[in-house]
């Protein structure tokens, strides 16, 4: 976890020189919100907006070799840069646009990660928002592991609920918000 941890402290570095709003999201912030697992790439939310997206990737092109052939015309497609450090370490670059994706960059946190490394993390309701919304197997266990280790009291349910709400609109997946409440309740019966 320690190369990881300085590997995103070198990303951070690089957008933060250029002036640019972003948080890590996945892996990196489930180490700090969720039961801690075994991760070897970081996903990040690099707010682009909609147009002018070329400046960005075309920067990070420079500094970060592609994990895939045409990566600029995947990622202006996809909306996904998909790179890799030296060492080999895989970076997902959300380019991030949705009034979401603005709010969960603007609430992100400055956490410590190892003595004098501290990363901007997306908070731990943005974090849910994400896992829930993505509703794969893995995620659910993710959604899991944040409301256990910070307890389902301590999370914001209306800021969750008024992001979560229209994202499963967009993915017509109401069932995804009938999911994260029965885990909630579930969870919530054997907190103290």
């Not at 999201?25 to 969720?34: F, K, L, P, T």
Request: hydrophobic fraction near 45%; charge should be negative; glycine fraction near 6%.
């Amino acid at each position: 976890m320690k190369d990881l941890v300085e590997q995103a402290l070198e990303l951070q570095t690089l957008l933060t020189a250029q002036g640019w709003q972003f948080c890590f999201i996945g892996g990196v912030a489930i180490q700090r919100w969720s039961e801690p697992r075994l991760t070897k790439d970081m996903d990040i939310t690099l707010l682009t907006g909609f147009g002018g997206e070329e400046k960005f990737i075309d920067l990070l092109l420079q500094h970060y070799e592609s994990r895939i052939a045409e990566a600029r015309e995947f990622a202006l497609q996809s909306r996904i840069l998909l790179l890799k450090t030296v060492q080999g370490t895989g970076i997902d670059i959300a380019l991030g646009a949705l009034p979401f994706e603005q709010e969960a960059v603007s609430r992100a946190l400055m956490l410590e990660y190892a003595p004098g490394i501290a990363l901007r993390t997306c908070t731990a309701e943005d974090l849910l928002v994400m896992k829930a919304f993505a509703s794969r197997p893995l995620d659910w266990n993710d959604v899991r592991g944040i409301l256990v280790r910070q307890g389902t009291r301590k999370l914001d349910w209306k800021y969750i609920h008024r992001q979560l709400q229209p994202l499963c609109e967009v993915k017509e997946a109401p069932e995804i918000l009938t999911q994260l409440e029965n885990l909630r309740l579930e969870v919530a019966q054997s907190e103290p």
